[in-house]
């Protein structure tokens, strides 16, 4: 089989349910320099502030395993435009000013806590922080694809693992930039696919023994076995047409 990854993965350990609840915060502080710990400062910070309220910015991150420690992290920003009902309510109140291709300046919106403070005592302060990129809300689907995570996808193809998350408040669009919208603007995740299957077009296992387990491991199917799977999988193909029909039927 011809295969994009190299080598045989390795097995993984049983998952700690005490380890996904542990909080990771004192471990990122603990970093040394050299890991991003100017990132994680900023990102850090910036979670602070967008929980104050400024709704218009999220973050998404990528973590290469394959690439030296200092530059195994990007933290990108992307701000988005003000939708109609935002503008029509002035929520506009220049929170985000981009000063370049990596730095904004971010000044706490007036309904926040911070900005009720100053107010009584010290004017408001603005904070800057620096990013591996920041996209402006003019900024493509492909633009953001193409500057960030393109990269990376040719690192997987090769053998590499990545690891892509959104960050950001409710409403600041996450879901846009990793999935996008229907079927004309779509961002991180289709475009990534399309970019493997492209790429593995021609290479593809056609046979069915093997069964993906846990995150990185397979199973090699009995000739039984491959038949009770393909009937599973008929059966959940047919379910999901008839959910689409009834769904059809009643919109
Ligand atoms: N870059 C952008 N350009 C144009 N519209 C955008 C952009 N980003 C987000 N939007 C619009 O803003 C709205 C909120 O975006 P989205 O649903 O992606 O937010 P979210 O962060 O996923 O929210 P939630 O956490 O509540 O699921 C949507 O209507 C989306 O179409």
New binding site residues.
């Given amino acids: 089989m011809e295969s994009c990854l190299a080598g045989k993965p390795e097995r993984v350990g049983p998952v700690e349910v005490d380890d996904i609840r542990r909080d990771l915060l004192g471990e990122f502080a603990a970093l040394p320099a050299q890991v991003g710990l100017p990132v994680w400062a900023d990102l850090r910070r910036m979670l602070l502030v967008s929980l104050e309220g400024v709704t218009d910015v ?1 973050l998404f991150c990528q973590q290469d395993g394959d690439q030296s420690q200092s530059e195994n992290l990007q933290v990108y920003l ?1 701000v ?2 003000f ?1 109609v009902a935002e503008n029509d309510s002035g929520e506009s109140q220049e929170c985000v000013t981009i000063e370049g291709p990596d730095t904004v300046v971010l000044k706490a919106p007036r309904s926040c806590q911070s900005h009720r403070q100053s107010e009584k005592s010290l004017p408001q302060t603005a904070q800057r922080f620096t990013f591996t990129q920041v996209f402006g ?1 003019e900024a493509s689907q492909r633009k953001v694809f193409e500057g960030s995570v393109r990269g990376s996808v040719r690192g997987v193809l090769e053998g590499g693992n990545t690891l892509v998350f959104t960050y ?1 408040v ?8 990793f999935l996008g ?1 229907k079927n004309t603007h779509l961002c991180l995740l289709p475009r990534s696919l399309s970019v493997i299957f492209n790429s593995i077009e021609g290479r593809l296992y056609g046979r069915s023994d093997l069964k993906p387990q846990r995150c990185r491991d397979f199973s090699r199917l009995t000739p039984d076995q491959q038949a009770a799977e393909i009937s599973s999988k008929k059966n959940l193909l047919r379910l999901l047409k008839e959910v689409r029909h009834s769904d059809r039927k009643y919109r």
């Fill in positions: 999220m992307r988005r435009p939708t809300p950001g409710t409403n600041a669009g996450k879901t846009f930039t919208q």
